[in-house]
Nanobody, 124 residues
């Protein structure tokens, strides 16, 4: 399984960015896909997750109402639309895939495969 993120960058507070994660290597039915982030000196934090099949989603408290996770099964790609960005959203964002799961896990220990990360910097 390979996961490749794209779409990070520098944006002003209040702005928007959309991250993409292209998945390859196998079919992903039954998987959950997630976004995590890690800021300098902090632990990795759950941002959002989605079932590859179906509509189940989950969000971290810090991003509820501002971020939206979505997917395009045909393109094997899932997305993180980030609106109303704040300086505290600055972090390296990682996408991840969980192979054997029920629901949408929020713990990073549940996820089996990870992308390389993409930097998101929000200036004040």
């Amino acid at each position: 399984v390979q996961l490749v993120e794209s779409g990070g960058g520098l944006v002003q507070a209040g702005g928007s960015l959309r991250l993409s994660c292209a998945a390859s290597g196998r079919t992903f039915a039954g998987y959950a896909m997630g976004w995590f982030r890690q800021a300098p000196g902090k632990e990795r934090e759950f941002v959002a997750g989605i079932r590859w099949m179906g509509k189940d989603t989950a969000y971290g408290e810090a991003v509820k109402g501002r971020f939206t996770i979505s997917k395009d099964n045909a393109k094997k790609t899932f997305y993180l639309q980030m609106n109303s960005l704040k300086p505290e959203d600055t972090a390296v964002y990682y996408c991840a895939a969980d192979e054997y799961v029920v629901g949408v896990p929020v713990s990073e220990r549940s996820y089996d495969y990870w992308g390389q990360g993409t930097q998101v910097t929000v200036s004040s």
